[in-house]
Structure formats: C-alpha cells, structure tokens
C-alpha cells in the first residue's frame, strides 16, 4: 500500500498562488495514477485534476482549467498541484489520493488510497 501526506496549503488572497505537495511513501509509487481532490465544508469531495503514472497525460476539472497544473516527480514520489490565479471559491480542504493501477481517473470511487487532506483558504 501507499501513504500520502500533503502540504502547501494555507491563506492566500484571492489572485494568489500555492502550491500543494503529496509525497508518497510505500511500495511502486510511479504505477500509480494519482489525482487531486477538493471539498469546500458541506459539500461532497469533487474532482480537480489528475495525472497518469508517466505524467504524460492529465485531466482537469472546467473550474480549474488554465489555473492548476498538476505535475509529478517519480524519482521524488511526489505529486504537485500548482493553483494560481486563486479565486474564494477555490476555499476548500485538498486530498490526494492514488490509485492502483495506472489508467487516468476523475471519480473519488476510482482512487484506492487517500491522502488527509491539506486546508486552502483564499480570501476576498
């Protein structure tokens, strides 16, 4: 199995930038696809990007298109989510999580293991 610990989040204003880590630990980290999760307080946790095991390809949800890139480093077994251009409805806890297998996903029932979630809070 993998573990998953993400960092980089914290309080921006809006127009500003983080940049969020998952740094995976645990067995053939780079045959996982891995993937972006959001959810803002009430709500359910939704989609916000994800990346094959080679990088190669990615998804982004519309909401976050041409403002987050995700990107990822095997040799770090790390995964990154740069979110700029940060608006307060990007307000939200950010989960990573992976999958096992290698196929690219955007549900939460396609991802087989979770990371505990890092708070972004972008003000107004």
């Not at 990007?49 to 990822?72: C, D, E, L, M, P």
Request: hydrophobic share 35%; proline share 2%.
């Amino acid at each position: 199995q993998v573990q998953l610990v993400e960092s980089g989040g914290g309080l921006v204003q809006a127009g500003g930038s983080l940049r969020l880590s998952c740094a995976a630990s645990g067995r053939a980290y780079s045959n996982h696809a891995m993937g972006w999760f959001r959810q803002a307080p009430g709500k359910e946790r939704i989609f916000v990007a994800s990346i094959s095991w080679s990088g190669g390809t990615t998804y982004y949800a519309n909401s976050v298109k041409g403002r987050f890139t995700i990107s990822r480093d095997n040799a770090k077994n790390t995964v990154y989510l740069q979110m700029n251009s940060l608006k307060p409805e990007d307000t939200a806890d950010y989960f990573c999580a992976g999958r096992n297998g290698v196929g690219i996903a955007m549900t939460t029932a396609a991802f087989d293991f979770w990371g505990q979630g890092t708070q972004v809070t972008v003000s107004s």
